[in-house]
Structure formats: structure tokens, C-alpha cells
Antibody, heavy 116, light 110 residues
Framework: EVQLVESGGGLVQPGGSLRLSCAAS????????MSWVRQAPGKGLEWVSV???????YYADSVKGRFTISRDNSKNTLYLQMNSLRAEDTAVYYC??????????WGQGTLVTVSS | QSALTQPASVSGSPGQSITISCTGT?????????VSWYQQHPGKAPKLMIY???KRPSGVSNRFSGSKSGNTASLTISGLQAEDEADYYC??????????FGGGTKLTVL
């Protein structure tokens, strides 16, 4: 059974950093495209970043240069390193399996709050 | 990376059919058959309902169907049921290898 479990969210001050993790089971992260998607409180879904099985990475303009997506094949885990955080980065962050260029499986999400 | 355009809300009575549109550009919706639709109930993670414009994942009711014409994709729900009340989002692959979502549509079952 495919399962995705995010962790690492919390309260952080503006300008701070946070690293989110997404532990996968039931499939191999490194063999799939994997994305991060976020949802600000009361707002819609916003795609954040993707890492391809070959290692290529892409980012939304809103996070480019501040966020870095990566994976640890030995831990079958996806990461999102978030630096220079802003209030507008406050959201629930979901990881999703992006194979087939659609989001077939989602985690339960982890809340990131950027506030002083 | 502009969001795809969806109506903010739609409504219908039980048993009726509704259609939600999703308008993009030739760089996303119009350029690829990689449009997908997601259902999200309050406090829950999104669920894939339609992929590759018109394909249904295993377990999704055949009351849900998708189509595309030019730069606009559509999701149709027939035989509306109370449990269909939720937010719906479209998504597309883009020419920049990124993904883009629509702003979301709130479906109310009257």
C-alpha cells in the first residue's frame, strides 16, 4: 500500500529556515517523480516543486532560489529545504507522487507557520 | 506561472449534472493531455478524480468524467450526490516542466 507521511512543519520566524520530510512506503521514491504542493489557510492548491527520477528539479517562481527539493534514496524519503521564509509561505505542505504527470497519491500534510 | 481559471462556485440539486471549466493557455492545458482533476473535502488531502484529461483512476465513480477543447478542460459530475459537495481543482503540466493548479471551485449540492 502506498503511503506518504510528512513531518517537520511548525512555527518559524520570518527569514528563518525549515526542512520538511516526506517518508514514503509501498513504492520507491527515486523511481518516481515527486512533488510538493502547498495550501495557504482558506486558499487553493499551489504547486511548489518537483524532482524527477533522473534528478532534475523544477520550482514555482514564488519559491525559486529559496526552496530546495531533494531525496534520500537510502531512507526512501523526500525533502523540502525552505530558507528565507516569508509570511506568505504559511501553508499546509503536501508531498505527492507525481508519476504520470498527475498527483495520484498525497500525504496528510504538515503545517508551516511563518510568524514573529 | 499564472493559475488556471476556474469558476469560484457551482451548485446543483441531487441527481442533476454539473460541469466545471478550467481555462489555461497553449503552454499548459492546450498543449498537453496532462490535465487532472482533484476533489478535496474540508480538512482532507486532495484526491485524484480524473487524469490525462479523461481517464478515471480505479475506484472513482463513473459519474465523474473529463474532457478538453482547446485551452479549456472540463469536469462533469452526473447524478449529483450529497457526498460530491467539496472543492475541485484542475491541474496541468506546463511547457516549463512545472505544474499549475486552478484556483478551485466550490461545489454545493442543494
Amino acid at each position: 500500500e502506498v503511503q506518504l507521511v510528512e513531518s517537520g512543519g511548525g512555527l518559524v520566524q520570518p527569514g528563518g529556515s525549515l526542512r520538511l520530510s516526506c517518508a514514503a512506503s509501498g513504492f520507491t521514491v527515486s523511481s518516481n517523480y515527486m512533488s510538493w504542493v502547498r495550501q495557504a489557510p482558506g486558499k487553493g492548491l499551489e504547486w511548489v516543486s518537483v524532482i524527477y527520477s533522473g534528478g532534475s528539479t523544477y520550482y514555482a517562481d514564488s519559491v525559486k532560489g529559496r526552496f530546495t527539493i531533494s531525496r534520500d534514496n537510502s531512507k526512501n524519503t523526500l525533502y523540502l529545504q525552505m530558507n528565507s521564509l516569508r509570511a506568505e509561505d504559511t501553508a499546509v505542505y503536501y508531498c505527492a507522487r507525481d508519476q504520470g504527470l498527475n498527483f495520484g497519491y498525497w500525504g496528510q500534510g504538515t503545517l508551516v507557520t511563518v510568524s514573529s | 506561472q499564472s493559475a488556471l481559471t476556474q469558476p469560484a462556485s457551482v451548485s446543483g440539486s441531487p441527481g442533476q449534472s454539473i460541469t466545471i471549466s478550467c481555462t489555461g493557455t497553449s503552454s499548459d492545458v492546450g498543449g498537453y493531455n496532462y490535465v487532472s482533476w482533484y476533489q478535496q473535502h474540508p480538512g482532507k488531502a486532495p484526491k485524484l478524480m480524473i487524469y490525462d484529461v479523461s481517464k478515471r483512476p480505479s475506484g472513482v465513480s463513473n459519474r465523474f468524467s473529463g474532457s478538453k477543447s482547446g485551452n479549456t478542460a472540463s469536469l462533469t459530475i452526473s447524478g449529483l450526490q450529497a457526498e460530491d459537495e467539496a472543492d475541485y481543482y484542475c491541474s496541468s503540466y506546463t511547457s516549463s516542466s512545472t505544474r499549475v493548479f486552478g484556483g478551485g471551485t466550490k461545489l454545493t449540492v442543494l
